[in-house]
């Protein structure tokens, strides 16, 4: 089986991918469990890893780091089902040792691969390794390979995990790639359906608002209207005004009847219709109408 390993800046993301914080559509979680990793003290993340570097750069050469700069780097190794921590941790001194890159975290996934075509019992893992390296020397100053030193770093690969020498870009990396982006074009198939269900559910849930809305204003207004009309009924067929107060067209034409009475009887009358709540109110608003004609 070949190996190879292919270098890129690493992403503020990438700890939380290589320990599996985020859920991943191509990963199989039943063999999670058969992951492993290593960090090294003092690593958090791969963002307080730049960080530093950019502090170390401007307190040695006096000025901010060049935005192209690339001092915090990953490697993805392919490796074997035979491969072990220790033999990562042996391939991450020899490139110190070499290179003068520092591994800060090496992740060991087992979980990820695929199916044969047409065959979905036929599991073809994607065995490799994920290494964030500090790519920068003691200034801050990321480190420069030339293409001998580039090839190096595959040979050393081969010798130290007992495999045979491959690519960066060798057919099984291109395949896992390959299936990735299939399984990423799926998720985002699902995501663009799950958004188009949730904008007609927002739209329907709109459009019921709205009829709430207008159907409890009219009703409102209705309610509102029926209530002036009536107290404006009972206004005109009594000597004082019942605001609060809604009576039947045969109680309406019971005041007519004792309209021209006595006071006794008008009182009586309200007694019955009224609670005394309604005549404190009705005579507090005739004393009001009474100091407003005074005072004209």
Not at 10 to 35: F, T
Not at 58 to 83: C, F, L, N, W, Y
């Amino acid at each position: 089986m070949k190996t190879s390993i292919h270098i890129k800046p690493a992403k503020y993301v990438a700890r939380a991918h290589n320990l599996r914080e985020k859920e991943l559509p191509y990963v199989r979680k039943d063999l999670s469990a058969n992951n492993d990793f290593w960090e090294a003290p003092g690593f958090i993340s791969v963002a307080n890893a730049w960080q530093k570097a950019r502090v170390l750069y401007r307190k040695s050469v006096g000025q901010k780091m060049q935005a192209k700069a690339t001092p915090i780097r990953e490697g993805v190794v392919v490796i074997s089902a035979d491969t072990t921590m220790d033999d990562l941790k042996e391939l991450a001194a020899r490139y110190e040792q070499e290179f003068g890159i520092k591994a800060l975290g090496i992740y060991i996934h087992r979980d990820e691969g695929h199916f044969r075509a047409g065959n979905e019992k036929d599991w073809l893992p994607n065995l490799h390794a994920h290494v964030i390296f500090r790519w920068h020397d003691d200034s801050g100053k990321s480190i420069r390979l030339n293409k001998g030193q580039t090839a190096a770093m595959q040979t050393i690969a081969a010798e130290v995990l007992g495999m045979e020498r491959g690519e960066a870009s060798g057919r099984e990396h291109e395949q896992a790639m390959r299936y990735k982006i299939r399984m990423q074009a799926v998720e985002l198939s699902q995501l663009q359906k799950e958004v188009a269900a949730l904008a007609a559910e927002k739209s329907r849930l709109m459009q019921l608002i709205d009829y709430l809305y207008n159907y409890i204003s009219l009703r409102a207004i209705e309610k509102w209207n029926a209530w002036k009309r009536e107290k404006e009924k009972i206004i005109q067929c009594v000597n004082f005004p019942f605001p609060d107060k809604l009576i039947s067209e045969k109680e309406r034409q019971h005041w007519y009847d004792v309209k021209g009475g006595n006071p006794a009887k008008i009182a009586a009358v309200a007694k019955k219709l009224f609670t005394p709540g309604d005549m404190l109110r009705a005579f507090e608003i005739q004393k009001q109408q009474q100091r407003g004609r005074g005072g004209r």
